[in-house]
């Protein structure tokens, strides 16, 4: 028997009166998906992984778990945990003691997994602690280290690295790629684009309760087109030199400099030859790191002339824009 998939969504809405948080969602994630929920604050993600987790009750659409519907039963969450915003525990306690308690509400075999789950997450050292002492990340990670109490399956995160530093980050990175890599399915949300973009191999985009995108990153970012920064002794110049050229387009000025949109590498390399034969001195020439507005930018605008365009059109931004997907 094929194995169920994870979580399937459909035409999901969440209304709070006039206001519509969620607003028709479709969401597919596959086993083995580390999948990443995209968007702004107050996009719709939390009340999204609350419908999830059969928390809240969706004004419409489905949720199905492993083919489960998380409204039903008890058991349509069997193999599936996680937590929205952020965990909370009894501060007087310590981290061991707070995950016995978990462990008697989960019951069965919990209370056995949590010397491992502290292990795993990085806290056996630090059980014996009063959780009130613990840093944000590792709250964070107490909260993960409950969720594996239960083995599951699938894990829903709502901004796990949020609010952490650097270092926080990337410990919370690396965590979610062991359990990825144990088999687990992760759906986690964030609004940061860099804090996921290494770590998902998928993505959902949401702005104002709806998807405006799905799929890999890799292939928005080629959809999108590149994003260019270029500085130079005689900007205006540089400007005259860039605008019109093939493969190049929306040339605009900055604070920061020159910026442009490229469709490829040799359109690039061409303009970099061209400003050396108009003797303009150049500074740096640098692709500009897209963020999740810079991407949201291309979903919704992109198909005038900016570096979509220039990259859908082939280069000629005389020639009418081809559709977006
Ligand atoms: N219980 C609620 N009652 C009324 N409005 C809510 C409630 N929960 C969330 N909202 C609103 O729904 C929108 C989406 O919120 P949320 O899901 O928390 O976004 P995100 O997690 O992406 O920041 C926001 O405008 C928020 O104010
Ligand atoms: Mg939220």
């Not at 969450?77 to 061991?96: D, H, I, K, Q, W």
């Not at 926080?168 to 399915?185: H, K, N, P, V």
């Amino acid at each position: 028997m094929p194995q169920a998939t994870p979580i399937e969504v459909r035409g999901l809405v969440k209304r709070y009166g006039d206001l519509v948080a969620v607003d028709q969602v479709d969401l597919t994630v596959e086993a083995g998906d580390v999948f990443g929920y995209l968007g702004p604050n107050g996009a719709g993600k939390t009340t999204s992984l609350r419908m999830m987790l059969g928390l809240i009750r969706p004004s419409a659409g489905t949720v199905r778990l492993f083919g489960r519907d998380p409204q039903l039963s008890v058991k349509a969450l069997e193999g599936v945990a996680g937590f929205v915003e952020a965990p909370s525990f009894y501060p007087y306690l310590n981290g061991r003691e707070n995950l016995r308690l978990f462990a008697a509400l989960d019951g069965g075999e919990a209370a056995t997994r949590i010397e491992e789950s502290l292990e795993i997450v990085g806290l056996a050292g630090r059980a014996k602690d009063r959780v009130g002492g613990y840093s944000h990340g590792m709250r964070q990670r107490l909260g993960i280290a409950a969720a594996l109490l239960r083995k599951p399956r699938l894990l829903l995160l709502d901004e796990p690295a949020t609010g952490l530093d650097p270092g926080g980050m990337r410990d919370m990175r690396d965590l979610i790629r062991e359990l990825s890599a144990s088999g687990m399915t992760v759906l986690l949300s964030s609004h940061l684009l860099a804090e996921v973009e290494e770590l998902c191999n998928r993505v959902a985009i949401v702005r104002s309760g709806r998807v405006a995108y799905q799929g890999s990153l890799a292939d928005l970012r080629a959809q999108a087109g590149e994003e260019y920064l270029l500085r130079t002794g005689d900007e205006e110049r540089a400007r005259a030199v860039a605008g019109g050229r093939p493969g190049i387009a929306d040339v605009t000025a900055t604070d920061e400099g020159t910026r442009f949109g490229a469709a490829d590498d040799e359109a690039v390399g061409a303009l970099s030859i061209a400003l050396a034969e108009a003797r303009v001195p150049v500074f740096e020439l640098a692709r500009r790191h897209a963020t999740l507005e810079d991407l949201f930018f291309s979903l919704t605008e992109g198909d005038a002339a900016g570096p979509a365009a220039a990259r859908r059109n082939g280069g000629d931004p005389a020639r009418t824009p081809v559709e977006a997907r």
